[in-house]
Each structure stands twice: as structure tokens, then as C-alpha cells.
């Protein structure tokens, strides 16, 4: 791919009618997360988290803050980048974005771009709320910057497959709900791995979220489950293996074109 | 402008919806792919468009192949779908301005605004799409194809399910776009339509074109009408003092078949000399009826006839 050839106008224009559609539900789009993370903060780190002693040095309340960021991100990327792609889908009109001179290369920078845009500004948002409930340092502003990017690229790249493959709502909120939001909690969101018994801190490791928190946490207070550069590895890896599976379905023309 | 080589199309379930179909598209012309429901036309226009993966043969758009070349090839078209899709929420100039930037053009409201106001859309420019009634969206479909200036446009069934007034717009506005040097390509299943507006027409059954022909050709043999008498008594042959007038005896004799072509003047005063021979001969006529060949009938007749 000739990124010298790439078709400016047009990303531009996929990236910014995406980017329009969340603003015409900004409401939604912003103020429910913040109320549901302001939610956790109160019930977890003012209510509950007083009775919690501090976890390796850090108070209850600020260790949960980069997890409480994944989780935000993690969804947010998902849900924005399967919708994206899955409501033109449904409603017909990815008839123009198909028929339009774009590569899927292109394509897929619009839709995924947008997608992870939108949720990392959330992210950032979550971030400014929390400090509201309670004070926190940043340790490696710039790697958590990476790990940031890095994760709602990844699961927006992720979103946006599944946003190809349901073919109804139902399949839409499926993998959601049934994967992504059970891993994000088993995930170290809420907890380190070392408050589990050993047999499950060894199972934990097979969850992808894990590495995920535990880098981006580090880049907060350098403290983590698993070392930095592992979870780095690990993302980049989530990455490549969710281009390898887009990289098929272009090829191939699954659900898009018969 | 548009050359279409040994294109097939079979989906995944077996189903052959273009069977090696080859079809040259003259720039400038309007050209109506004739066809029933299922026929292919839709697939037809969508390979050439690039929302379908052809099995077999190749596609040319102004001497651009629609796979290998084909920013080149898509950014001369435009296309109307047949079904009304639009997202809800965002403005008829919005929407319109999208098209365009998605087609790789730089912004240039001037032309948005003659394609708006060439459709009559430009008072509803920031109505949003939820707003506008069925035939107001079709236009808004249409501007977003013309959006990027094409020089070919598909017209996918741009009148089904539009009201007969609304139709007439519809083909005033396709006689404008041609005369602006735009080659376009429309499906239907109403020969009506066909007969309106096309220069030529081609006629797609179950995957195949069966002919492409001018359209006045074509008109002569899908003008014919049959009138059928029912006769009281069954008769043995047709008698000699109405042999001129070219009857076939059907029925067991119990009924008379009589073809003629609608269209001509001379022709219809001859179903009054028929009719007055009859009564000459002293046949009583029972009832009677008279028929247009259905598309469904020409189709037949034109395969039999490549037969």
C-alpha cells in the first residue's frame, strides 16, 4: 500500500461524517459514560474503596482509575466501530461507500479512525472526571498516550469486524456483552492479579484485557501484573491478528460483497 | 463507454444470475435494461458498479477495467439504488456534500447547488432526509450520485413505486442529465418506461440478454394486441368471405384469434370490417376480448424465437 497514493478527500470525508454522526448524539455519547464512570467511582472508590486497604502503595480510589479508563475504551471502541459499520449495512447506503474510489485501506481508516477517536476522547474524558473523586499521578504520560491509542485502534479495528460479521442487533450486542465486558471485569479492572488465589492468577493470565490494564496502569503509578513490555507485545499482537482477519474479509469480500 | 465482456455471475447458493452476459454501452445514450423481477438487472449493474464480485468476465468503463483500474473506473459513476436507503439524520446538503468527498472531489458548493436546484431539492436543502416523502428522498439519491459530477449514471428501477406525476419529473430530469452529455443506464420492468425514455433497450431474462435493440424496433414487436371471439356455434374451418383478414381458429373452433397491431390507425378500422364480415357470414359472436402481449408473453416469444 502506497500511502502517498491515498485518497485524502475521501478518508477525510468518511472520517469526518463519522466523527458528525457521534456529535449529533453527543448526549449520549458523552454524558452516559461519564455518569456510569462517575457511578463506579462513588460505589467503588468513595464507598467501598475506603474499606479497601491500598494496593501495592496506591489508594483504592486512583488504582482503579486506569482500569475504569480500559473499560471505557474498550467498549466504547467496540460499540462505536461495529455501529459504524454495521448501520449503513443495515440500512442499505454502504451501497456508496462500495461503489465509491476508495481502497478498503481507506475504508477502514475512516470508519476505524473515527471510531477510535471518539472513544479515546472519552477516555480522556473519564480520565479529567475522575480526578474529581480522586487525585492520581501519571508516571509515563507518554507511554500511557501509546497504550491509549494502541487499545482503541486494536478494539475499534475489533469492533468494526464484528460490525461486518452480525447480521442482526442481536449479534451486534453479543460479543459485547458476552466477551468483552466479562474480560474487561475478570481483567484486573477492579483488582490486581495477585489478590487471586494462584490456580486463577495462571487462568487470569489467558485473558487479553490483563495486559491491557496492567500496562496501562503502570504508565500511571509503575506498578503492573505483568511487565510493561509484555503488555506492548501483547497489544501489538491483538493488533496484527485483528488486520490479518480484516485483511481476509476484504480479500474475500465476506458479508460485504457477494 | 461502458463494454461488458463475458461478465457471469453465479452467488455462493448456486444461483447463476448472469449467465455470460456481454453488453457495450454507447457514451451519450440512455439505455433501458428491460427485465422481470429477478431477471438480473440489479446484479447486473452492480458488478458493473463494483458492489458485486463477478465469477467470470470483465468490465470496462471508459477503457478502465472496473477491478484493476478501479479508482479510474468508478469515479466516472454514478449510482442510483433501487431501494431507498439514506441515513435518517443528516441534511439533504449534508448528505449530498458526503457523496461528493466520498468520490475523492474537492468541495464545491456551487455545483451541489445546480444539482439541488436541478432537482427541485434545493428548498429542502436542510430538511433532514426523515422528513422528505418517498419521492423526495429518490431525488436526494439521485443528487448524491450526480454529486461528483459521473459521466455514466445507473438508475436502478428509478420509478417503482412512484406515482405517475412524480414519474414524468423523473423522466424529465433523466432527458436533462442526457443532454448534459451524461450516459445513462436505467433498469425497469415497465415497457412504458423503456418505451419513454431509451434509445436502446436491452432485454435481460434469467441472466441472459436475450436482445439489445433500438427502440422503435423493439416497439413494433411489442405493440401487438389479439382480439378473441367467442364463437356460439364450434366451426370446422374459417369461412372463405373472412379469409383476408388473417384469423387463426382456436378453441376447438369454438373461438376466433385476431392480431393486430394497436398502435396503427389503418388497423382499427379493420376490427370494424372484421366485425362486419362477421356479421355478413352470420356468425353470432358469444363475447370477446381483447389482450396486450404481457412482458412476460414477449420475453417468451423472444427467447423462442433465438431458439
Known amino acids: 500500500?502506497?500511502?502517498?497514493?491515498?485518497?485524502?478527500?475521501?478518508?477525510?470525508?468518511?472520517?469526518?461524517?463519522?466523527?458528525?454522526?457521534s456529535l449529533r448524539t453527543m448526549l449520549q455519547?458523552?454524558?452516559?459514560?461519564?455518569?456510569?464512570?462517575?457511578?463506579?467511582?462513588?460505589?467503588?472508590?468513595?464507598?467501598?474503596?475506603?474499606?479497601?486497604?491500598?494496593v501495592d502503595g496506591v489508594s483504592y480510589g486512583a488504582f482503579i482509575v486506569p482500569g475504569l479508563i480500559m473499560l471505557m475504551l474498550l467498549t466504547q471502541s467496540v460499540s462505536n466501530a461495529?455501529?459504524?459499520?454495521?448501520?449503513?449495512?443495515?440500512?442499505?447506503?454502504?451501497?456508496?461507500?462500495?461503489s465509491a474510489p476508495m481502497s478498503y485501506v481507506e475504508v477502514v481508516i475512516g470508519y476505524v479512525g473515527a471510531a477510535a477517536s471518539k472513544s479515546m476522547i472519552l477516555g480522556l474524558i473519564v480520565l479529567a472526571t475522575a480526578r474529581l473523586f480522586v487525585p492520581y499521578a501519571i508516571e509515563h504520560p507518554l507511554m500511557m498516550l501509546v497504550f491509549l491509542i494502541l487499545t482503541a485502534i486494536t478494539f475499534s479495528l475489533l469492533g468494526f469486524i464484528i460490525g461486518i460479521w452480525a447480521d442482526g442487533f442481536e449479534k451486534l450486542q453479543l460479543v459485547p456483552l458476552l466477551v468483552i465486558t466479562p474480560l474487561t471485569f475478570l481483567g484486573g479492572t477492579f483488582y490486581s492479579i495477585d489478590m487471586l488465589p494462584p490456580f486463577w492468577q495462571t487462568v487470569t493470565l489467558a485473558n487479553p484485557v490483563v495486559y491491557l490494564v496492567?500496562?496501562?496502569?503502570?504508565?500511571?503509578?509503575?506498578?503492573?501484573?505483568?511487565?510493561?513490555?509484555?503488555?506492548?507485545?501483547?497489544?501489538?499482537?491483538?493488533?496484527?491478528?485483528?488486520?490479518?482477519?480484516?485483511?481476509w474479509i476484504f480479500k474475500s469480500g465476506y458479508r460485504l460483497k457477494p | 463507454m461502458i463494454r461488458v465482456e463475458g461478465l457471469s455471475k453465479t452467488f455462493r447458493d448456486g444461483f447463476k444470475a448472469l449467465v455470460d452476459v456481454d453488453l457495450e454501452?454507447?457514451?451519450?445514450?440512455?439505455?433501458?435494461?428491460?427485465?422481470?423481477?429477478?431477471a438480473g438487472k440489479t446484479t447486473l449493474i452492480s458488478v458493473i458498479c463494483g458492489l458485486v464480485n463477478p465469477s467470470a468476465g470483465r468490465v470496462m468503463v471508459d477503457g478502465h477495467d472496473n477491478v484493476r483500474q478501479y479508482r479510474k473506473a468508478r469515479a466516472l459513476i454514478g449510482l442510483v439504488p433501487q431501494e431507498l436507503t439514506n441515513e435518517a439524520f443528516t441534511t439533504v446538503w449534508d448528505t449530498v456534500s458526503f457523496s461528493r468527498g466520498l468520490f475523492g472531489k474537492p468541495k464545491d458548493p456551487a455545483h451541489i447547488e445546480k444539482v439541488l436546484r436541478s432537482l427541485t431539492l434545493w428548498e429542502k436543502r436542510d430538511s433532514r432526509l426523515l422528513a422528505l416523502s418517498g419521492g423526495m428522498k429518490r431525488r436526494v439519491l439521485i443528487a448524491k450520485a450526480l454529486a461528483h459530477e459521473p459521466q455514466v449514471l445507473f438508475l436502478d428501477e428509478p420509478?417503482?413505486?412512484?406515482?405517475v406525476a412524480l414519474?414524468?419529473?423523473?423522466?424529465?430530469?433523466?432527458?436533462?442529465?442526457?443532454?448534459?452529455?451524461?450516459?445513462?443506464?436505467?433498469?425497469?420492468?415497465?415497457i412504458e418506461e423503456a418505451e419513454e425514455m431509451a434509445d436502446r433497450i436491452g432485454v435481460i431474462r434469467r441472466g441472459e440478454i436475450v436482445l439489445v435493440e433500438n427502440k422503435h424496433a423493439l416497439m413494433r414487436k411489442l405493440g401487438n394486441k389479439e382480439l378473441t371471439l367467442h364463437l356460439h356455434e364450434p366451426l370446422a374451418d374459417i369461412p372463405t368471405a373472412l379469409s383476408g383478414h388473417g384469423l387463426t381458429l382456436t378453441d376447438e373452433g369454438h373461438a376466433l384469434v385476431y392480431s393486430y397491431d394497436a398502435a396503427s390507425q389503418q388497423e382499427s378500422s379493420s376490427i370494424s370490417g372484421l366485425l362486419a364480415d362477421l356479421e355478413a357470414v352470420g356468425l353470432r359472436v358469444k363475447d370477446l376480448h381483447t389482450r396486450q402481449s404481457s412482458l412476460e408473453d414477449i420475453f417468451v416469444s423472444l427467447v423462442q424465437e433465438r431458439r
Open chain 1, 82 to 98: 461495529s455501529f459504524g459499520i454495521f448501520f449503513p449495512r443495515f440500512s442499505g447506503s454502504v451501497y456508496e461507500i462500495l
Open chain 2, 159 to 163: 420509478t417503482a413505486g412512484v406515482d
Open chain 1, 29 to 54: 455519547s458523552v454524558i452516559s459514560p461519564v455518569i456510569s464512570t462517575s457511578l463506579y467511582f462513588v460505589v467503588f472508590g468513595a464507598a467501598i474503596g475506603t474499606r479497601i486497604s491500598e
Open chain 1, 1 to 21: 500500500m502506497n500511502l502517498k497514493n491515498l485518497n485524502l478527500q475521501s478518508v477525510k470525508t468518511l472520517y469526518l461524517a463519522e466523527m458528525a454522526r
Open chain 2, 25 to 38: 454501452i454507447r457514451r451519450g445514450e440512455i439505455f433501458a435494461l428491460l427485465g422481470p423481477n429477478g
Open chain 1, 214 to 247: 496492567s500496562g496501562f496502569r503502570w504508565s500511571f503509578y509503575g506498578i503492573s501484573d505483568v511487565s510493561p513490555v509484555v503488555s506492548l507485545l501483547m497489544i501489538l499482537l491483538f493488533l496484527s491478528a485483528a488486520l490479518a482477519v480484516l485483511s
Open chain 2, 167 to 190: 414519474r414524468r419529473e423523473m423522466w424529465e430530469v433523466v432527458r436533462q442529465l442526457r443532454d448534459q452529455g451524461v450516459t445513462i443506464i436505467l433498469t425497469t420492468h415497465y
